[in-house]
């Protein structure tokens, strides 16, 4: 199965700052048809996980311009440009590109 | 718009099966998968598998192979996971989703005790 490995596991930032989060897969997830399937989600406290990006680096209709994801093969990164106050919880990576899919192991973002 | 409506929390007893519901609305309930993803308490997230609600087909990740039955019923534009000998490890909130995970339902947490 992919890998997916999270850093940091936990993130503390000011309300304006900027973060990264980083996500590293054990296998390239560059798909066959040219397509990369990772996905960035963010669960909030007691709230199901909610689609942030998608396929790297598209952002999910109504998300904030603030998020933004990059990355190739192996290495991806989501940014928060600007922290605010309700971009608190647990952020996830997730791959389909290889079956099974597989889920990163989360980092939570704690506001200062 | 799209919503994906999850049964209500259950007891259940170790060794006893339970079926979960998730029923769609907002869409037509034949053109996507469903798919489902287990989370137990504070952890991360698994995926179980996912069913074609058009024809029935399911793939399932080998870990749940043996746990998991998922099912649907066209005619209630609803899908079903079966989770059966239940133990202490499948206490968790289950999810159904859609295939890009831009729709979830709300979750349905399942407790396994005696």
């Known amino acids: 199965d992919v890998v997916l490995t999270q850093t940091p596991p936990t993130l503390s930032a000011t309300i304006g700052q900027s973060v990264s989060i980083s996500c590293r897969s054990s296998?390239?997830?560059?798909?066959?048809?040219?397509?990369?399937?990772l996905n960035w989600l963010l669960q909030r406290p007691g709230q199901p996980p909610q689609l942030l990006i998608y396929?790297?680096?598209r952002l999910e209709s109504g998300v904030p311009n603030r998020f933004s994801g990059s990355g190739s093969g192996t290495d991806f990164t989501l940014k928060i440009s600007g922290v605010e106050a309700e971009d608190l919880g647990v952020y996830y990576c997730?791959?389909?590109?290889?079956?099974?899919?597989?889920f990163g192991s989360g980092t939570k973002l704690e506001i200062k | 718009q799209v919503n994906l409506l999850q049964s209500g929390a259950a007891l259940v007893k170790p060794g006893a099966s339970v079926k979960l519901s998730c029923k769609a609305s907002?869409?037509?309930?034949?053109?996507?998968?469903i798919h489902w993803v287990k989370q137990s308490h504070g952890k991360s997230l698994e995926w179980i598998g996912y069913i074609n609600p058009n024809s029935g087909y399911t793939n399932y990740n080998e870990k749940f192979k043996s746990k998991a039955t998922l099912t649907v019923d066209k005619s209630t534009n609803t899908a079903y996971m079966e989770l059966s000998r239940l133990t202490s490890e499948d206490s968790a909130t289950y999810y159904c989703?859609?295939?890009?995970?831009?729709?979830w339902g709300q979750g349905v947490m399942v407790t396994v005790s005696s």
């Open positions: 396929l790297v680096s």
């Open positions: 907002g869409y037509t309930f034949t053109d996507y998968y």
């Open positions: 989703t859609s295939p890009l995970f831009d729709y």
């Open positions: 296998q390239s997830l560059l798909h066959s048809n040219g397509n990369t399937y």
């Open positions: 997730v791959q389909s590109t290889h079956a099974p899919l597989t």
